[in-house]
């Protein structure tokens, strides 16, 4: 196996797992207190992101662009939407 196949196996791997957290977060959500309610809101849409910045990242390496830093609230080619 190539060494950049091995990459974006562990990339999709962390995709997945990152996307099974905020699942879980989200479960937990519905029998949590208020206060545990909004941490766990909170960790669920920042893992969330992160399976996003994983999956835009793959995304990229597959199709051989150049690979740029993530902008939050950007467009996905690592440049803000603005």
Known sequence: ??????ILEILEQNAKWWEKAAAHCESLCQHASDKNRQDLALMSAVYKERADIHARLIE????GDEVRPFTPGGNG???SAE
């Open 1 to 6: 196996m190539k060494t950049s196949e091995s």
């Open 77 to 79: 080619n690592g440049h």
């Open 60 to 63: 990229q390496l597959r199709r």
